[in-house]
């Protein structure tokens, strides 16, 4: 079965302090692995594509990464407004139309 | 540019009441997406469109009906509300060619009561 698991499932920073979000997935076939930012009571925005493995990505304090396996997206220094909920989706070569999303992972920055 | 625009924003239903969720796209997008997304889940395909006049369901379709006479609209349907449709929803969409992301809509959050 075609699967996407984020974790952690929220994470707490001091500002400054850079850490990782993991996105893990098992799927037949990935056509590409999507990073978007959700705010509270907006819509997701997105923010990075990957479709190969080794393949990096980066806009401002975050920079994103694809192994075979699983993406990173590194937050390094990291301010109160980078505080957000990121969610990791994924484009399968079975289907143009679909997506898989993990369920997110809750950052909280904190001055 | 409005990009994705949902309309309401907001919305309290009783049981077993209808009603149409609105979405609008101006970026000439053949592809668009209807989701789901209730709290500690992922986002939920509820029906997609490759263009004007085709549909198709995704995971979570019963209980929905979605139209698309135009490139720019998608309206979901919901037939006789059921508490389990309490959720936020959003409207997606994207393009055919370049990196194949989606762009969203601001979402409308309904509670079946």
Redesign the interface.
């Known amino acids: 079965e075609d699967q996407?698991t984020q974790s952690p499932e929220a994470l707490r920073l001091q500002e400054g302090e850079s850490s990782s979000l993991n996105c893990s997935y098992t799927v037949s076939g990935l056509?590409?692995l999507?990073w978007?930012r959700q705010d509270p009571?907006?819509?997701?925005?997105?923010l990075f594509?990957l479709y190969s493995a080794g393949e990096e990505k980066e806009k401002e304090r975050l920079k994103a990464t694809l192994t075979k396996k699983e993406s990173f997206l590194h937050i390094t220094a990291p301010k109160p407004e980078d505080s957000a909920t990121y969610?990791c989706?994924v484009?399968l070569y079975s289907g143009?139309?679909?997506?898989?999303?993990?369920?997110?992972t809750r950052l909280k920055v904190l001055a | 540019n409005a990009g994705v625009t949902q309309t309401p924003k907001f919305r309290i239903l009783k049981i077993g009441q209808s009603m149409t969720l609105q979405c609008t796209q101006d970026m000439n997008h053949n592809y668009m997406y209807w989701y789901r997304q209730d709290p500690g889940m992922g986002l939920k395909l509820i029906y997609y469109s490759v263009g004007a006049g085709i549909t198709d369901k995704g995971e979570v379709p019963n209980g929905y009906n979605v139209s698309r006479s135009t490139t720019e609209d998608f309206p979901l349907r919901l037939e006789l509300a059921a508490p389990s449709q309490t959720s936020v929803y959003f409207c997606a969409s994207r393009g055919t060619s370049g990196t194949y992301e989606q762009y969203f809509g601001p979402g409308t959050r309904l509670t079946v009561t």
């Open positions: 996407v056509r590409g999507f978007y009571g907006k819509g997701p925005e997105f594509t969610l989706a484009q143009t139309y679909k997506y898989i999303f993990g369920t997110g």
